[in-house]
T-cell receptor, first 114, second 115 residues
Framework: AQKITQTQPGMFVQEKEAVTLDCTYD???????LFWYKQPSSGEMIFLIY??????QNATEGRYSLNFQKARKSANLVISASQLGDSAMYFC???????????FGKGTLLTVNP | AAGVIQSPRHLIKEKRETATLKCYPI?????VYWYQQGPGQDPQFLIS???????DKGSIPDRFSAQQFSDYHSELNMSSLELGDSALYFC??????????????FGPGTRLTVT
């Protein structure tokens, strides 16, 4: 079974600074996808960014970028120019195999300080 | 753009009661996933359907059942509710057709409270 590891239960960052949230995964699948979701206190699961295992370039979406290192099996999320509204729980998730169901990490609670 | 719809958004039930959660996927999406997220936990996969057939099953209690209907909406039925069933239940949908992406689109969730 796939395993997703987020080693940072909580992170603090100053407003306007960049922050990196770590995610590593363990899989024997040849083809898979990696996701980052943001979950504010209201509970909805907001899609941020996606990286396919065969994508040669790191994914970027506005202030979000995914630092994908396939050999190291890591998919870290980089948030540039943090904003107060970025304070939330962030989940890394893996999708692979025949059903594409998501397996989530334990999450990282990000707090952006003014 | 149309999104995944879940109803109800909030539900309060007593122990041993039953509950039915509904999910309406994005139009033309043929696959539905259900996830359960307990307080302070990460979401856990429960069950999925592809073209109205169960495609995979996760850690879903025997007290729970689900199905996908001809219009592709899905219902999660929960019986003999326990306090531990209190959680946020997400539905997500995707399509296998014409896409190389693994992306799933999440609904807003149903918050179930069992008292």
């Amino acid at each position: 079974a796939q395993k997703i590891t987020q080693t940072q239960p909580g992170m603090f960052v100053q407003e306007k600074e960049a922050v990196t949230l770590d995610c590593t995964y363990d899989t024997s699948d040849q083809s898979y996808g990696l996701f980052w979701y943001k979950q504010p206190s209201s509970g909805e699961m907001i899609f941020l960014i996606y990286q396919g295992s065969y994508d040669e370039q790191n994914a970027t979406e506005g202030r979000y970028s995914l630092n994908f290192q396939k050999a190291r099996k890591s998919a870290n999320l980089v948030i540039s120019a943090s904003q107060l509204g970025d304070s939330a729980m962030y989940f890394c998730a893996y999708s692979g195999g025949s059903n594409y169901k998501l397996t989530f990490g334990k999450g990282t609670l990000l707090t952006v300080n003014p | 753009a149309a999104g995944v719809i879940q109803s109800p958004r909030h539900l309060i039930k007593e122990k041993r009661e039953t509950a039915t959660l509904k999910c309406y996927p994005i139009p033309r999406h043929d696959t539905v996933y259900w996830y359960q997220q307990g307080p302070g936990q990460d979401p856990q996969f429960l069950i999925s359907f592809y073209e109205k057939m169960q495609s995979d099953k996760g850690s879903i209690p025997d007290r729970f059942s689900a199905q996908q209907f001809s219009d592709y909406h899905s219902e999660l039925n929960m019986s003999s509710l326990e306090l531990g069933d209190s959680a946020l239940y997400f539905c997500a949908s995707r399509t296998y057709t014409g896409t190389a992406s693994y992306e799933q689109y999440f609904g807003p969730g149903t918050r179930l409270t069992v008292t």
